[in-house]
């Protein structure tokens, strides 16, 4: 299945039990939550949006709740999809001007059970 907004899952050292012995030789890539800011080596699943914006699957769980209550228009865009706040149901800020709508949560949230069924 095609995910317009989600580019990639980097499955992490421990979920694959394994290394790369390339990887070990050269300089590896860290690449960090950009809500809660763990590491890629501290959590299960680590989604990459475009522009190098990566949310955990931590924060997606999280995140699925949505607000307890009504959100201020501020002119945000999702980090993700580059939608408007207006034009989404929820958009949570998070970390460094990093934002992520109801609709790409659920995205990832499917992105997950996918990989789960797997």
Not at 12 to 30: A, F, L, P, W, Y
Not at 83 to 111: A, M, Y
């Amino acid at each position: 299945m095609q995910y317009p907004c989600i580019f990639n899952i980097q499955a992490t050292q421990s979920q694959t039990g394994e290394t790369n012995s390339m990887m070990r030789k050269s300089r590896r890539q860290i690449y960090i939550c950009s809500f809660c800011g763990k590491q890629q080596d501290q959590v299960q699943r680590l989604i990459a949006g475009p522009g190098g914006v990566y949310v955990c699957g931590e924060c997606i769980a999280a995140l699925s709740t949505g607000p307890e209550e009504p959100q201020e228009e501020r002119g945000l865009r999702c980090s993700f999809c580059g939608k408007k706040q207006r034009q989404v149901q929820h958009l949570t800020v998070g970390l460094n001007g990093v934002n992520i709508c109801s609709e790409c949560i659920s995205l990832c949230q499917e992105i997950i059970a996918e990989q789960q069924r797997h």
